[in-house]
């Protein structure tokens, strides 16, 4: 038995419930799940009240790790990033090559573009690209909800605006109302995962064994042809790129 | 006041509660003027009838035949409890209060208030919260509250209970002058001087059951059942 | 622990330098929550009244079902305000989701039962002490309602305090129906809920305390103002 | 509008069909909100007798302040219980954080201000009545306590029910101190939440109207227990 | 009881309220036995006096001293309201309340509860809610609720106003009884036959002062002052 924090993307994609079964009956682990924002979850981990963290915060995480709240970190898999509209697509970000140009075309039109605003790392990465872009997001157009990312896919449907989730979320998410899939595929939007068991020189009583036990079975082909297989709708949406080491 | 809602013809009156009758069946007309006092021991149901009479106990239906529609019949009369209801207001907004529900200007109805306040000798008492009055002072609020929108028919159940003799004899003053400009008056006692008094007709309640009735100079000098004789005597009853 | 005493060195130091952004959602909150009370109450109170004099054959099953609505889960009710009040629903023409009003319309839902339960509790003793008198004098319900209310309204008082208390620490419906949004629909507790999510737990913390200093004034205040007002014991 | 009315064929659907998963999370959820009320009632009930009957100098100070706390924000009551259970914080070494046992200690938290206002104010017009006789009989505070609470406890229902229902809808603190472990600590309302982010409404409604009537339930079953026992009209 | 709590000295005993005094400067002394009643027109203090004396009115601190320590003083005193206090209970419960409170078996508080129910004629009414008994019921309940712990002090505030006739004999009856066992009476009343009945000592209450106090014989016979007449006359004071 152990417990892990993860983001609410990671656990919103429903990838959860097709690996935890599969971990308890390989490894015989009861994996316990706290479904928290990236930040929090990092604080769990940090305070030594779950035993390893499963997020997608590059910076945060190296921090985390230069803090020795982890031993290490281990990239498990990607997914990737989407922008969401109003199928009308009245700013044209349908239209676009690259997620810069995505993002410029709703700045220009002032369409309502609806952000997570809470520092998660969907947040970061959001930002990211509007400094890429060349964009400062402000003005009444952008509405920065602070919410996990289901509660910002539902502020998108009521107001009808543009908003980036990941793929997982959005097609998971049941109120899509009068949203659509405008643009994806650009390579900054890839968003990668990355395991990290907390320090037990820090916290005597976190499962270190049970978090290694994890880890090995996370790098497993095992995993890799789940994570790989997992589908919805006919999408896939993780790619697992752990590397053996 | 145009026609009268009286006189109030009773059929088999009754009042149950927790599976016990409490009062009746009592079978009897209220005449239209006079006063009436009804007499009896501790728990034989003075209470219970004139409540039950005032419309305030749920007792036998249609057991009580008035001479206008409901709405007239509970417009035109007023109560004086046992133990006196205070509101949690000034004694001259307790006295004022029947007006206002009457619809009569605020300024008007505190003048009134005042007015009587100084009849029942509360005028001492006006601004002062109504619950802080002591035993008798608050009988008399009753009453000028009850008197403010001169019913036609007043129910009084032991009025004078609280009040020194001095008071005492002043409403009976007032009940007198009521009973004059032609209020009914219907009242309890346990001051058979009072019923005296006051009395046109007694009634005699005994159990719940209306054990003698009859206009009051026959009722004292010749009461008919060895019963009636014991309660005035103060004997025990048989 | 040291979190919670950076927390409130957090919230001294924000309410001491006036912080803008603070002052802001403190208002909003303030502002949503004050509204939902009075309008919870102006509902609550005489529905309380109403109940308490009234004898009807369904009367203890209104009575358990307003008790059981007390317990309505905020995130429930947001979530059906949300599905009323969204471009689809019935009432999405008047444009009103991720507004504040929508919020105090959720906070309403919320706090009316609860408000409507005490206030009844309170007003039955009152009633029972007013029954034969008001019978008596030939009241009609709404004159009795009336003087329920007010000659019971310091106990009343406590009824919308406690459906102030309600809504000013409610978070899970006004997120979903206010959407949470910087600078118009961000209030203290959703706020802080984000701070949370975050891992920035001293600031959510001075929110929180910024929050309860908020409700304890509130609540002086209206102590104070009903004190003033009172004349006797009462 | 759709989604209110899939939403309550889901919930017909589960309940009929037995749910497993939802009978575990309705006996959870029915088991902290019950937990809390019991031990909440315990502390509040009482409390709010004993400031009922006695005058210091603070009293209004208390009561203002006990008002007041009704409006704790759930997420915060979470964060300090969280602080205060983490493993780095006093009380880790006991292990309680993500268990039934942290959410019931927050809920307790949130639903004591709240049971003793309400009990206090019940109390407050029942002593009034009985200040005199208790005083003249000589009684010890903690018999004055006991004859209020037992003769009051037609009133006092209402305040442990509203503590109840406060309880069963309750989803800030209990999230965070419990972190809405499936098979350990979820409970309707975390699971609620949880649905309503991932845009499951019409299933995030349904566990609602499951909650709801829930509610109903134990508000009846309390209704009816209260009446067995009643003798008089009191 | 070993030690007697009296004599109690009065001295400059004050009650205020809003800005009034209510009563006094009263200086006395209530010796060890007999009964003393207090009599007075309408707000003139009677119960104001009585409660301060059992120590239920706020008054000038130090003013009453007694032979005894406080909780002693407080244990060994009974009071009957002039407004009987209904608790939310049966009779029987009622009535037994304070000899639970003093740590009697319930069984036993029950049958002693059942016992004075009688003796004050209340054994019909044993099972009923106390709320619902008529007014002189619930003065015989209060009375009998007193006696049950054999108070040394027992303070009466207008007993049997309610009572009928029959009733007040018996009541007045078991007052001498008490007084003759040793219990000290300090009443209140506005029936000056009962004064005289069973007064050994009268108090003149009059506008929150004592007017004129001294032995029953003296004091009826033979009183002082002009309103201490004009009061037993049952005229308008002066
Ligand atoms: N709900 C009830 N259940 C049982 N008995 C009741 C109920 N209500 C009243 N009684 C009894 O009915 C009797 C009649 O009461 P009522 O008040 O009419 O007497 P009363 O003649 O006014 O007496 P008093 O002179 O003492 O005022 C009393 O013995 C009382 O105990
Ligand atoms: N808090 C108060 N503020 C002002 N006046 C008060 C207050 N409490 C009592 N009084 C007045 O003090 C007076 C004395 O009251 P008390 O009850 O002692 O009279 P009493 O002699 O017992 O009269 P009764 O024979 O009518 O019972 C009354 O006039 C009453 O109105
Ligand atoms: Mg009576
Ligand atoms: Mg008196």
């Not at chain 1, 107001?159 to 900054?188: C, E, H, T």
Request: hydrophobic share 50%.
């Amino acid at each position: 038995e152990m417990k892990m924090a993860v983001t609410t993307s990671f656990a919103n994609s429903g990838l959860a419930d097709v690996l935890l079964p599969q971990i308890q009956a390989d490894t015989g682990l009861e994996v316990q799940l706290l479904i928290v924002g990236t930040g929090q979850a990092l604080r769990l981990g940090a305070a030594g009240d779950v035993d390893a963290v499963l997020v997608h915060a590059r910076a945060a995480e190296d921090k985390f790790i230069a803090e020795g709240n982890a031993t290490h970190r281990r990239e498990i898999m990607y997914n990737d990033f989407v922008i969401i509209g109003p199928a009308g697509d009245p700013a044209g970000a349908g239209k676009a090559t690259s997620a810069d140009e995505a993002l410029v075309a709703i700045a220009d039109a002032k369409a309502p573009f609806v952000s997570r605003g809470d520092d998660s790392g969907t947040h970061k990465k959001e930002l990211s690209l509007w400094a890429s872009a060349g964009v400062e997001p402000t003005g009444d157009w952008y509405r920065a909800v602070g919410a996990g990312m289901g509660a910002a896919l539902n502020t998108a449907s009521g107001m009808n605006g543009y908003i980036m989730s990941d793929r997982a979320s959005w097609l998971k998410f049941g109120n899509k109302g009068d949203l659509a899939l405008l643009f994806a595929g650009d390579p900054v939007l890839f968003n990668q995962y990355a395991y990290m068991p907390v320090n037990p020189a820090k916290h005597a009583h976190v499962n270190n064994d049970a978090a290694m036990a994890l880890e090995g079975w996370l790098v497993s082909d095992t995993a890799k042809a789940l994570i790989d297989g997992y589908t919805i709708a006919g999408e896939k949406l993780f790619t697992f790129n752990a590397t053996a080491n | 006041m145009v026609a009268s809602i009286l006189p109030l013809h009773l059929t088999g009156l009754e009042v149950h509660r927790r599976g016990k009758r409490l009062l009746g069946p009592v079978s009897m007309t209220l005449k239209g003027d006079g006063t009436t006092v009804i007499i009896g021991p501790n728990g034989s149901g003075k209470t219970t009838f004139l409540r039950a009479l005032h419309g305030l106990e749920r007792c036998t239906h249609d057991a009580a035949k008035w001479q206008a529609d409901e709405e007239t019949v509970r417009a035109r009369q007023a109560f004086v409890f046992q133990s006196p209801i205070m509101m949690r207001r000034s004694v001259q907004d307790c006295i004022a209060y029947p007006l206002i529900l009457a619809g009569q200007g605020k300024t008007n109805a505190r003048a009134a208030a005042a007015e009587w306040a100084e009849r029942v000798g509360l005028s001492a008492a006006l601004t002062r919260p109504a619950h802080v009055l002591s035993g008798g002072e608050k009988q008399k609020l009753a009453l000028a509250r009850a008197l403010i929108r001169q019913p036609e028919l007043l129910f009084l159940d032991e009025p004078c209970a609280n009040l020194d003799g001095r008071s005492t004899r002043e409403i009976e003053v007032i009940l007198a002058d009521a009973r004059q400009s032609g209020t009914r008056v219907v009242m309890s006692t346990h001051d058979m001087g009072q019923a005296r008094r006051l009395a046109d007709d007694v009634i005699f309640l005994y159990g719940g059951l209306i054990h003698e009735a009859g206009p009051k100079d026959a009722f004292f000098s010749a009461p008919k059942t060895p019963e009636t004789r014991a309660f005035l005597n103060g004997d025990l009853l048989p | 622990m040291n979190d919670i005493l950076l927390g409130l060195a957090e919230a001294a130091r924000l309410i001491v330098s006036f912080d803008p952004e603070l002052i802001e959602i403190t208002l909003r909150s303030l502002q949503v929550s004050v509204g939902a009370m009075v309008i919870a109450s102006a509902i609550g109170l005489p529905f309380g009244a109403w109940l308490a004099i009234n004898r009807f054959r369904m009367r203890r099953v209104v009575i358990a079902l307003l008790n059981a609505l007390m317990g309505l889960p905020p995130v429930v009710v947001g979530l059906i305000v949300y599905i009323l009040l969204s471009r689809s629903g019935p009432f999405g023409v008047l444009g009103l989701l991720f507004t504040p009003t929508a919020m105090v319309i959720a906070q309403v839902i919320i706090i009316t039962p609860l408000i409507a339960s005490i206030a009844h509790q309170a007003i039955r003793e009152l009633w029972a002490d007013y029954h034969d008198l008001l019978i008596s004098l030939n009241t009609t319900k709404s004159q009795r309602i009336r003087a329920l209310l007010w000659d019971g309204r310091r106990a009343l008082l406590t009824a919308s305090l406690a459906g102030f208390g309600r809504a000013i620490g409610e978070v899970g419906a006004i997120m979903i129906v206010g959407g949470n949004i910087d600078h118009a629909t961000r209030v203290l507790t959703t706020a802080i809920a984000l701070e949370t999510g975050k891992g920035e737990f001293a600031l959510a913390l001075a929110l929180g305390f910024v929050l309860i200093a908020l409700a304890i004034a509130v609540n002086f205040a209206m102590h104070a103002l009903s004190r003033t007002e009172r004349s006797g014991r009462w």
